[in-house]
């Protein structure tokens, strides 16, 4: 254990990397998958049945735990992570995307953005200087910068504007972050889908010097193709030392993508949030529980895997827990989801230590094209 945060490459694979982010709260072993805490809980998993799916970090939702149960409170209680007893390392972001979202309640200026809270209505109003202090009082491992995520499409006009403004809250977020050892504060890229743009961005946070860089503004209705092609340079363009961050992706297929193409660190609410909706990951592709033909099918999700879904429930059951709108099916399925994106993490990172990430990439595909198992 370490009481430094510090990141070592162990291999390399193409443009891929793996190795550990240490911290004084335990190492992350990348790249790695975060999975979503938003309200101080991963959605019908107990904290300590997550660690056993292999998550290393969580990430938890600055703007929500403000609103409710708010961070002062959760810093006289201990902090996030004796709040919700995970004693692993956790990522917070900014706020900074969840108040942008809230289209017509929002007001942005180069101060910061004032909002409504939808929860009472109550006005707020989120700053660089605002959002630090918030994630220091939530005991957040790992910090976002504030910035603006440059909606897409935006022209090369909104984008330069909105890139300009990250890049002066990304300095005011080091500012007021100050010097924390053993916590991190990482910068975030902006720049849209404009090379020199991202160039530029990605010049300017360096100079500021973060302990990590987030890839921002993807995943934000582009499409893979187009996200993609921005991941074929942004990446090369941060520091190559430091862990860099696709923030919000993605599905599996993203993930292969954007670690061939030099990305460490993913969170995405797709895994627990298909976990409730009856939709299971795995690696034959997704599975929908709700279909019928799943009624009187006694194997189980996916016959590869070693979690306890898949273990110790048929199909049929799973369908049925579903249909019948019982707590468990969220259980077993949030369960199946996060032990597939962690075994696909592990694969990944022993693919790229062994230099064969291109076979296992070929593999990947193969097995998805091949589909589900044939009904009975
Ligand atoms: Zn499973």
Redesign the pocket.
């Known amino acids: 254990m370490t009481n430094r945060f510090q990141f070592n490459i162990n291999a390399t694979d193409g443009r891929a990397r793996t190795g550990v982010i240490n911290t004084p709260k335990g190492d992350i072993r990348t790249p790695a998958f975060m999975p979503v805490g938003t309200a101080a809980t991963v959605k019908a998993m107990m904290p300590e049945n997550v660690k056993v799916t292999g998550a290393d970090i969580l990430l938890g939702n600055t703007y929500h735990l403000m609103l409710r149960p708010g961070a002062e409170r959760v810093h006289n209680l201990g902090g996030l992570h004796k709040f919700m007893n995970w004693q692993g390392p956790i990522l917070t972001d900014s706020g900074g995307y969840q108040v942008m979202s809230l289209t017509d309640l929002r007001k942005l200026t180069e101060e910061g953005v004032k909002f409504k809270s939808h929860i009472d209505g109550s006005l707020h109003n989120l700053t660089p200087e605002y959002s630090m202090e918030i994630q220091r009082l939530l005991g957040s491992d790992i910090v976002m910068s504030f910035d603006e995520c440059t909606p897409f499409p935006a022209t090369e006009k909104q984008a330069k504007l909105s890139m300009d403004l990250s890049m002066r809250w990304a300095q005011r977020s080091r500012d007021a972050f100050g010097d924390r050892p053993g916590y991190a504060l990482f910068g975030i890229q902006q720049g849209s889908t404009f090379k020199d743009m991202r160039a530029e961005s990605a010049d300017k946070l360096t100079n500021i010097g973060f302990d990590g860089y987030a890839v921002g503004g993807l995943a934000v209705g582009e499409g893979q193709d187009l996200m993609f092609e921005v991941l074929e340079y942004a990446p090369n363009q941060l520091p190559t030392d430091k862990p860099r961050y696709l923030m919000g992706v993605g599905k599996p297929d993203d993930i292969v993508g954007a670690v061939q193409r030099g990305i460490d660190m993913f969170d995405c609410v797709l895994p627990s949030r298909s976990g409730r909706t009856g939709q299971?990951l795995?690696r034959r592709g997704a599975v929908n529980m709700r279909n019928s033909r799943h009624r009187d099918d006694q194997r189980?999700?996916?016959e590869s895997?070693?979690?306890?879904?898949?273990?110790n429930y048929s199909r049929a059951y799973l369908h049925h827990v579903h249909k019948a709108g019982e707590i468990i099916s969220s259980m077993l399925l949030t369960?199946?989801?996060l032990?597939?994106y962690q075994v696909l993490m592990s694969e990944l990172r022993q693919a790229i230590a062994s230099n064969k990430l291109d076979s296992y990439v070929a593999e990947f595909h193969s097995i998805r094209e091949r589909g589900d198992i044939e009904p009975i």
Do not use: F, S, V
């Not at 895997?305 to 273990?311: H, L, N, Q, S, T």
């Open positions: 299971a795995t189980p999700l996916d895997c070693e979690c306890p879904c898949c273990k369960w199946h989801n032990h597939y």
